[in-house]
């Protein structure tokens, strides 16, 4: 039995420096791109920074800062992935379809569990340091 050949897309880069410092100017654009376009990317980071600040100088241990750190960190990791949901589906037809809907309303629930998680980390390491 023979095996199927993969398909690889020719605009995919092998390997290397080359490949390592392409990705990284893909992401840096990909970010900038967030901050110039995705107004809740941009809401989110303005909690975001001062939020990874203030882990960093809360009385609570190194494990402990990272979390606080980590889950604010991680919703902007989710908002990006929700804005390329979007624009993919955008791109794809701006037509109202239900199965478009769901994409896009997977995204947002997707973001609103990570604030959820975010707000619930942050109360349980905060709640000692605030009442203890």
Do not use: C
């Not at 410092?21 to 107004?39: C, D, I, K, P």
């Not at 037509?95 to 896009?104: G, I, M, Q, W």
Request: zero cysteines.
């Amino acid at each position: 039995m023979s095996e199927t050949p993969q398909v690889v897309s020719p605009f995919k880069s092998k390997s290397g420096l080359r490949r390592i410092l392409n990705a990284f100017q893909y992401s840096v654009m990909g970010l900038w791109t967030a901050v110039r376009s995705e107004h809740s990317f941009r809401q989110e980071l303005m909690i975001v920074l001062p939020g990874v600040l203030l882990a960093l100088f809360l009385p609570v241990s190194a494990v402990e800062k990272l979390l606080l750190a980590g889950v604010l960190v991680l919703v902007l990791i989710v908002e990006l992935l929700n804005s390329s949901i979007e624009a993919a589906i955008d791109r794809i037809s701006l037509e109202t379809h239900p199965l478009s809907k769901n994409a896009k309303d997977f995204g947002s629930a997707a973001v609103a569990l990570s604030l959820g998680l975010a707000l619930l980390t942050w109360g349980v390491l905060l709640y000692p340091v605030v009442f203890g």
